[in-house]
């Protein structure tokens, strides 16, 4: 989860000073949900039988989940930060306005940069919106298909 590693740039790229309860507290609900958005994706990928690992490091962006032999990555992504396009969660904070937009444009740069290596790599990528998993039961199941197809071993090169 690139949570923690996204504060830790920040700091580095000058976050505004203090962190505000408001801002502790949005920090909080992102990684709740995200644990849980991941934990989702981690239910469906077992549901269809497939197997993973959780956070490759040794995989460019350190993908949620991936599995090296079959040359697949799935990357869980918050909606806040990692800007869901047209998604009401990708809101702009008001305080700061300049500093989070240049700070989500870095995101989006390096969210790109990320997938591009890995299909470089031969990587089958697939990119899950938290928002997507919150969604009634129906969805869920279309989503799981949605993830045994991509990830179907004639999909990918060997
Ligand atoms: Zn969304």
Redesign the pocket.
Known sequence: MSGEGEGARTRRAGRPAAQSPERAALLARVRRTRTAAEEQVAHLLRAAGLHYRRNVRGLPGSPDFANRTKRWAIFVNG?FWHR?TG????TVPKNNRAFWVEKFAANRRRDAAKIRSLRALGFHVLVI????LDRSADRLARLARRLSEAVRPTSIEP
């Open positions: 909606c869901h998604c009401a969660r990708a919106w938290e928002c997507e």
